[in-house]
């Protein structure tokens, strides 16, 4: 048979890649500038995808659910620099306000350090596509949610409606929250307590985060959540009433009522809970690692494989030959090495140990931010970034300028890390060709960083601000003008370097977490270990919300079936995700436009 | 049997933790400082705050005088007194407390010293071991025995007809994908571009929600007959096969007929790999 009219069916296009590129540099510039002000950043697949939508499907009367998968990959991925940039970088420039001798780094060195991470924590997913999207099937919630928006126009109108509703609701409830007729935190135990006259302990929580994204984030991942949420329960309603009970959390003078065991709460958080679950990150990973190489090595050999068979058979490869992979680490590495070269300070040799461990640790938090994000959407950026940090800062002998550059690369690349991977199982759930989004990354990864650099140098160099642009002790914050940025995640590096400089590094707990972390790997449950060290690193209001939704998923799926939750409950989850997504950014802008924070 | 494995993993994960929480005695100790720290750096705020307020009552007080405003002296008085109420709620908390009794008396520069007088990391380590070291070292055991109880368990599982991998049909499931995509192709090997497509896309629907889903479901059996190296073969290639067919439905519904028979294509070969992939994992058994 022969077709009348053959059009092209486009995916990797010249529109389609553009539009992504536009978007993710918009993107970048104001979700460096609302980080430097709310201290959290916003998810960018979601909004990509339906500015594509809209423009490409419905101006431009393009038909290509992949073409808009290209470009909200495009999107999001140049926008991840933002967030692992702003985490970080602003920390090195308030510390320069009072210490002459850290504004000597060179604006090199931190291009050099921001390309090499968006470039390393792409070449490391490649391998790992297979493994945990394929074989360990992590959940992505948001890429399920930006998938089932994308195949909407082929879904039937109940799905739409579904995907509609649950949007709508999420918007709603988010609304309220913003506005103050919904609280924030629902306290259901201690609210009927305090009316009965009991009271419990804000170490004892029972607070659900009021957050349909979390709720859909649980409703997505069912049984497979589970052990983040029996985590959270080991931390909060067992470990902790031990803890205290037990005199582990006592001051050394007399503290009363609700200062006593808000400190405890702190304490037990800070002190306690919170590095013992990184380190169960860290062993969870490492111990994946191992268990996951054979598959890896597989992976790498079927890449090479396929690349053959493609050449001999004329056709397009579904995924990029190994040389790409190898090709962009050895650069991304180099990059790395140059810049931790550049570092005032930093000799050759330090500066080869500095891009060897950076590199291996980034390996290794890109796997914990992928694995937590594929299993929760939740990732914990922070604490691993203060974990490359502390170990740059060790291996450095202090030098806190080439532990932060060296940081920023680490922060932007796991970030990418996970954002890439969402893509990955988005486009896996769509049809998309791996090869494609990975291209498509790999050319424009250096955008962002570039975008994020100058936009922050931009506010922090601003007319008239004497002494830094943002942060606590900037003009515009000490005035308490509207224009300040308070920048509250530079802050916390910023007492986690004061905190490396007084000896307060959590190694007992790093290091018995790991060990626990790997132990517990051994157990066959997919991620458990990453899961409960998650479960301990988050306050307890967001894992109880999302082990709510894994336990409707299971409840749901005994009465309804599985088909029920593939045909009703994925888009209604997706609805919740995408909905809350968009509301709050629209809230966000909205308050900075009027001139509130 | 797998009863033992999960309560040695639950206790084991309590007892370690557990363990794994406590603080070494000089990191105890210098924590429990931070509490009352932080009381007197917020009594020595509210005091600095309660005197400036005062200072700004008395100018208040003067220009009032001067012009006879004395709605504005009222305000600035009231607001004094505001200040003034809350540094002394805050005074009231120190003296609970007992710092201000303490002997040798304690200023905040005494207290943050004492708060940051942590243990070196290696020492810091050590003292945790002594403390910590055995519920947590009993807890990892425990772990470690009954995580190797349940692999056992699992495996076993695996190779029993009636439980184990063999009640995942991997084949039969095979053979009834395969099936329905013969009947696809040939209702769509005359479709045109931009032709009619849903009751196509709806069985694709079934073949995935009622084959697909339950068979990934079920992949842990799997893997727990053939091992991680060998099953990750051949679920590669299905899960390939499965990309292509998402990208089927993909192209049906932009109504681009071409590319959804060039990917029903792939994927129908991706599953005959599949098939041959199982085929070498179970002679890889057998022998």
Known sequence: MGDARVRPYPELSVIGVSLGALQGVVMTAAFVYIALKLGFGLPGSTVAAIVGFTLLRGVLRRKSIVENNINQTVASGINTASSGLVFTLPALLLLSVDDASLRDYPFAALIFATIAGSLMGIVLIIPLRKQMIEIERLRFPSGVAVATLLRSPGEGLSQGMLLLGGGILAAIVTVAVNMGFLPGLFDPVSNVAALAGLDIPPWVPFAIAVSTANLGAGLLSGKGGLPFFFGGVLAWWVLAPVAVNLGWVEPSFDLQGSTLENWRYGELYGSMLRPLGIGLLIGGAIAGIFSAAPAVVGAMKSLAAAAKAAKESGASPEELPPAWVYGGAIGAFILLFISAYLAPGVELGGALLIAVVGSIWLGVAGIIVATATGHTDISPLSGLALIAVTLMYFLTGGNVTASIIVGVAICIAINQCADMMSDLKTGHLVGSRPRDQQIAQLLLCWIGPLVALGVLFLLWYMPGAEGGGFGPESIACKTGAADCLSAPQADALQSVVAALENNDSAVDKYVGGAMLGGALSIFPIGGIAVLVGLAMYLPFDITLGYGLGCMANMGLQKDFGPKFIGRKLVPVAAGFIVGEALIQLAWTLGKLALGGS | ?287
């Not at chain 2, 039969?172 to 045109?192: M, N, Y």
């Not at chain 2, 694709?204 to 990934?216: A, F, G, K």
């Not at chain 2, 079920?218 to 727990?224: D, I, K, S």
């Not at chain 2, 299905?238 to 109504?255: H, I, K, M, P, Q």
């Open chain 2, 1 to 287: 049997m797998r009863i033992l494995a999960w309560l040695l993993l639950i206790v084991g994960v309590g007892l370690a933790a557990a363990g794994g929480t406590v603080l070494g005695p000089q990191m105890s100790t210098a924590r429990s400082y931070t509490g009352p720290l932080g009381v007197a750096e917020e009594a020595m705020s509210a005091l600095e705050s309660a005197h400036a307020a005062h200072a700004s009552a008395m100018d208040v007080l003067r220009h009032a005088e001067r012009n006879g405003d004395n709605t504005t002296a009222q305000k600035g008085v009231q607001e004094a007194t505001a200040r003034l109420t809350a540094a002394r709620a805050t005074i009231a908390d120190l003296q609970a407390t007992g710092l201000l009794s303490a002997s040798p008396p304690l200023t905040v520069s005494t207290l943050k010293a004492a708060s940051e007088a942590n243990p070196p990391p290696l020492e810091r380590l050590m003292e945790w071991l002594s403390v910590g070291g055995p519920w947590w070292g009993a807890g990892l055991l425990m772990v470690v025995v009954g995580a190797f109880l349940e692999r056992r368990h699992v495996r076993a599982q695996s190779r029993n007809p009636t439980t184990g991998a063999g009640a995942v049909d991997f084949l039969g499931t095979l053979d009834q994908i395969e099936h329905a995509l013969d009947a696809v192709a040939a209702q769509i090997a005359d479709l045109e571009m931009d032709g009619a497509s849903g009751p196509v896309r709806d069985e694709l629907d079934r073949v995935q929600d009622e084959l697909i889903t339950p068979l990934v479901d079920g992949r842990m059996q799997l893997a727990a007959r053939h091992g991680n190296a060998m099953f990750s073969i051949y679920f590669s290639a299905f899960s390939g096969a499965e990309r292509n067919l998402a990208r089927v439905w993909s192209a049906l519904t932009d109504g681009h007929s071409v590319v959804a028979r060039e990917s029903l294509a792939r994927a129908q070969a991706g599953l005959k790999e599949a098939r041959a992939g199982w085929d070498r994992a179970e002679l890889t058994l057998e022998s």
